[in-house]
């Protein structure tokens, strides 16, 4: 694994809610018990929306642009 890979795979363990480093990154002692009702809605996500979220985050997949407006610009 090449250490471009390496960081990568880090900042995305410290951007996922699921992983121990995106609480260890934020100076956190782990993943609160209320980590699933903790978004905006008060219910947990589905998997629908956490699959449309990493869509979103994914610069190698359409909606990444799509959710900065310039897949619009076509």
């Known amino acids: 694994m090449s250490g471009n890979q390496k960081n ?6 410290q951007l996922n809610t699921n992983n121990d480093k995106f609480y ?3 100076g956190m002692d782990g ?4 980590w699933a009702t903790s978004g905006s ?3 947990p996500p589905t ?3 956490l699959d449309n979220r990493s869509n979103q985050k994914n610069p190698n997949n ?3 642009d ?3 407006s310039a897949g619009s610009k076509k």
């Open 62 to 64: 359409p909606e990444y």
């Open 24 to 26: 260890s990154s934020r």
């Open 47 to 49: 998997q629908k929306d």
């Open 31 to 34: 993943r609160p018990s209320d």
């Open 66 to 68: 799509h959710s900065r």
């Open 8 to 13: 990568l795979d880090n900042r995305s363990d």
């Open 41 to 43: 809605t008060g219910n």
